[in-house]
């Protein structure tokens, strides 16, 4: 393009006890849609004998450009100089990285009869961290029993997989139920305006041609009619025969084999496709590039022509030759597809025989 790429002077701050701090050289903010906190570390100024006022386990926000982009707790604050610079390096995460280490704690340990949002909103009340619905999350669920030391995002992602939504935190330090690539961000990317370098990632290492999933009927007289549900989907692109049987849960339905073998074909799909790009600053327009938004893409080296892509993991980063720069991974949408599936299952009671070694065996194996 005949125009030039103007980077907004956009800075990293961090606000700890109403103070703000600027951030400098190697200064790095990382985010991405398949962990459920994001990171940072920061250096700010030290002055030899007056240390910031900075300590671990304080609340944080991080600011880049004037946006809060995580907001979370310091888990270091360590003192360090060489021959040109003093500082302290602040490193942290956000608020809901306190759920991947906890273990889930509810009274009787089950719901019966609750909606995904109950669930999450019970889970994370003793860390006082929101819940914020932005998708349809469905019907009740009937029954949720937490496992034993289970940690709290795995328990929120079971529940979650169970209605088909994706579980995010956002910049405020809640946790967001949403669905993959809901908004479109204002910007673009655009080889020869802001892009410094790209690289193509991924590979159908785990891609397969045919999808295949047994199933068991809600009502049956026999073992072998429970067995008679099949579905199958084919990845048209996989023309070598490399078949993948996918295990359904408890009692299913045609439908819901139907739509375990499509959402399978489709998340393995985005998966083995993706761009990492390097672009110009830390914001478009004044605004950080985004987590889990939408992004047109001009690239004729990549062959995309506006398509819009989504915005996988963010990471804003000082580098020392390129500058202040965002490194963006772009994958289709399908690659986080969401639909409610079953992770857990239900045994059938077979006649009223009191005897288990005379009972079909149903190959149920505890609920994951």
Same mark, same amino acid.
Not at 156 to 164: D, F, S, Y
């Given at each position: 393009?005949a125009e030039?790429?103007?980077?907004?002077?956009?800075?990293?701050?961090?606000?700890?006890g109403?103070?703000v701090?600027?951030g400098?050289?190697r200064?790095?903010?990382?985010?991405?849609?398949?962990?459920?906190?994001?990171?940072f570390s920061?250096?700010?100024?030290?002055?030899?004998?007056?240390?910031?006022?900075?300590?671990?386990?304080?609340e944080v926000?991080v600011?880049?450009?004037?946006?809060?982009v995580?907001?979370?707790?310091?888990?270091a604050?360590?003192?360090f100089?060489?021959?040109?610079?003093?500082?302290?390096m602040v490193?942290g995460?956000?608020r809901?990285?306190?759920?991947?280490?906890s273990?889930?704690?509810?009274?009787?340990g089950?719901?019966?009869?609750?909606?995904?949002?109950r669930?999450?909103?019970?889970?994370?009340?003793?860390?006082?961290i929101?819940?914020?619905?932005?998708?349809?999350?469905?019907?009740?669920?009937?029954e949720f029993?937490?496992?034993?030391?289970?940690?709290?995002v795995?328990?929120?992602a079971?529940a979650?997989?169970?209605?088909?939504?994706?579980? %995010? &935190?956002?910049a405020?330090?809640?946790l967001l #139920?949403?669905? !993959?690539g809901?908004?479109?961000?204002?910007?673009?990317? =655009?080889?020869?305006?802001?892009?410094?370098e790209?690289?193509?990632?991924?590979?159908?290492?785990?891609?397969?041609?045919?999808?295949?999933?047994?199933?068991q009927?809600?009502?049956?007289d026999?073992f072998e009619t429970?067995?008679?549900?099949?579905?199958v989907?084919?990845?048209?692109?996989?023309?070598?025969?490399?078949?993948?049987?996918?295990?359904?849960?408890?009692?299913?339905?045609?439908?819901?084999?139907?739509?375990?073998?499509?959402?399978?074909?489709?998340v393995?799909r985005?998966?083995s496709m993706?761009f990492?790009?390097v672009?110009?600053?830390?914001t478009?327009?004044?605004?950080?590039?985004?987590?889990?938004e939408r %992004? &047109?893409i001009?690239d004729d080296?990549?062959? #995309?022509?506006? !398509?819009?892509?989504?915005?996988?993991?963010?990471?804003q =980063?000082?580098?020392l030759?390129?500058?202040?720069?965002?490194?963006?991974?772009m994958?289709?949408?399908?690659?986080?597809d969401?639909?409610?599936?079953?992770?857990k299952?239900k045994?059938k009671?077979?006649?009223g025989?009191?005897?288990?070694?005379?009972?079909?065996?149903?190959?149920?194996q505890?609920?994951?």
């Amino acid at each position: 393009m005949a125009e030039q790429y103007t980077r907004d002077a956009a800075k990293i701050t961090l606000t700890v006890g109403n103070v703000v701090y600027d951030g400098w050289i190697r200064s790095e903010v990382d985010r991405s849609i398949e962990a459920v906190a994001g990171t940072f570390s920061v250096p700010v100024t030290l002055i030899p004998g007056q240390p910031p006022a900075i300590k671990r386990g304080e609340e944080v926000s991080v600011q880049i450009g004037g946006h809060t982009v995580i907001t979370g707790y310091v888990l270091a604050a360590e003192p360090f100089y060489n021959g040109k610079d003093c500082g302290m390096m602040v490193a942290g995460r956000d608020r809901t990285g306190d759920l991947v280490r906890s273990s889930a704690q509810h009274q009787g340990g089950q719901w019966r009869n609750a909606k995904l949002d109950r669930i999450a909103a019970d889970l994370l009340k003793p860390y006082g961290i929101g819940v914020v619905v932005e998708t349809d999350i469905g019907a009740p669920i009937a029954e949720f029993k937490l496992y034993p030391g289970e940690p709290v995002v795995d328990a929120l992602a079971r529940a979650a997989k169970l209605r088909g939504v994706l579980v %995010v &935190p956002d910049a405020r330090g809640r946790l967001l #139920l949403t669905k !993959a690539g809901a908004r479109r961000f204002r910007g673009a990317i =655009r080889r020869g305006w802001n892009v410094i370098e790209m690289a193509s990632v991924g590979s159908d290492e785990g891609r397969h041609s045919h999808y295949i999933a047994y199933g068991q009927r809600n009502v049956v007289d026999d073992f072998e009619t429970a067995r008679s549900l099949k579905a199958v989907a084919k990845d048209e692109d996989i023309k070598r025969y490399l078949p993948l049987q996918i295990s359904a849960d408890g009692n299913t339905t045609q439908a819901e084999l139907e739509t375990l073998v499509q959402h399978t074909m489709r998340v393995r799909r985005g998966h083995s496709m993706g761009f990492r790009y390097v672009v110009e600053g830390w914001t478009f327009e004044g605004h950080p590039w985004p987590l889990n938004e939408r %992004v &047109p893409i001009y690239d004729d080296v990549a062959g #995309l022509d506006g !398509a819009e892509w989504l915005v996988a993991s963010v990471r804003q =980063r000082c580098d020392l030759q390129q500058g202040d720069v965002t490194e963006l991974l772009m994958r289709p949408v399908e690659a986080y597809d969401t639909a409610p599936l079953k992770t857990k299952v239900k045994r059938k009671h077979w006649g009223g025989r009191s005897n288990p070694s005379e009972r079909p065996r149903d190959g149920a194996q505890g609920g994951r």
